[in-house]
Nanobody, 122 residues
Framework: QVQLVESGGGLAQAGGSLRLSCAAS????????MGWFRQAPGKEREFVTR????????VYADSVKGRFTISRDNAKNTVYLQMNSLKPEDTAVYYC???????????????WGQGTQVTVSS
């Protein structure tokens, strides 16, 4: 069982930055692929980015590529999402997720955090 707790959300102006953190409980954090998702009001949840177990491989949605950076610190059981050049359309609840799946196959996430609100004003 893994519990995930996000933090770092808040209000930012367009063009600004925020850094989200997701702290995981347990001693098996490095076993999991970690991902970030987001859900805007009235929209379906969408994939943002994921990072492999070692932190050496990442995947980004086209909408955030070049602006967002995912990283992880396995010693601290934490995954981060650095968000730069924020846009109003980045406004959403951001969720982190953990999955024990083969990196090259269809992702499947088993654990989810409760989410943190990010609001970007124009």
């Amino acid at each position: 069982q893994v519990q995930l707790v996000e933090s770092g959300g808040g209000l930012a102006q367009a063009g600004g930055s925020l850094r989200l953190s997701c702290a995981a409980s347990g001693r098996t954090f490095s076993r999991y692929v970690m991902g970030w998702f987001r859900q805007a009001p009235g929209k379906e949840r969408e994939f943002v980015t994921r990072i492999n177990r070692s932190g050496r491989s990442t995947v980004y949605a086209d909408s955030v590529k070049g602006r967002f950076t995912i990283s992880r610190d396995n010693a601290k059981n934490t995954v981060y999402l650095q968000m730069n050049s924020l846009k109003p359309e980045d406004t959403a609840v951001y969720y982190c997720a953990a999955g024990d799946f083969i990196w090259t196959l269809q992702p499947r996430y088993d654990y989810w955090g409760q989410g943190t609100q990010v609001t970007v004003s124009s």
